[in-house]
């Protein structure tokens, strides 16, 4: 997991890509993370399919997916539960590559735990999330608008095509 984790970050400075602004350990972590999510085989690439999955999920996805695709993205230890740091730390990455800084990560964090841990255990499972996020409007809306992936995307797909060219 770790090691193949590792591949698009590769990619990327193979290609000279100047990464993301900010906080670049973050950022690249995230793409990282998102480059795991969307190699569904787990063979290392992004291959045609997959993206293609990834792009059709993310416009046109059942929510209930989208909400998953949204957890397991968020889940950066796999450990089923996103706690506090996991979500501050995606959504900083987020912004460091979005540019979007309407919200500071903590004000996004705690309104999103102050409205989805009903139990107030600092962790959220994935029932709590997809509940939460589909009874709030406003949550809903916050996470469509910080996951427009579409940077990210071109950024993998980028290094992607880079790498088949060599
Ligand atoms: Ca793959
Ligand atoms: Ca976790
Ligand atoms: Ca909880």
């Known amino acids: 997991m770790k090691e193949f984790s590792l591949r698009p970050h590769h990619a990327l400075r193979a290609q000279g890509h100047p990464g993301p602004a900010g ?20 063979d290392g690439y992004i291959d045609f399919v997959e993206y293609i999955a990834a792009v059709s999920l993310m416009l046109k996805g059942e929510i209930n997916q989208k909400l998953k695709w949204y957890f397991k993205l968020f889940d950066q230890d796999g450990n089923g539960k996103i706690d506090k740091d996991e979500l501050e730390t995606i959504f900083t990455a987020i912004q460091d590559i979005t540019r979007n800084r309407d919200v500071l990560p903590e004000e996004i964090v705690a309104l999103i735990f102050e409205k989805v841990d009903v139990k107030g255990e600092g962790e959220l499972t994935l029932e709590e999330f997809i509940e939460g996020a589909k009874g709030h409007h406003d949550i809903m809306d916050m996470l469509k608008n910080l996951m427009d992936l579409t940077p990210v995307l071109s950024i993998i797909v980028e290094a ?7």
Do not use: L
């Open 23 to 42: 906080n670049e350990r973050d950022a690249t972590s995230y793409v990282d993370q998102v480059f795991i999510t969307f190699d569904m085989d787990g």
């Open 160 to 166: 992607r095509i880079a790498k088949t060219k060599k």
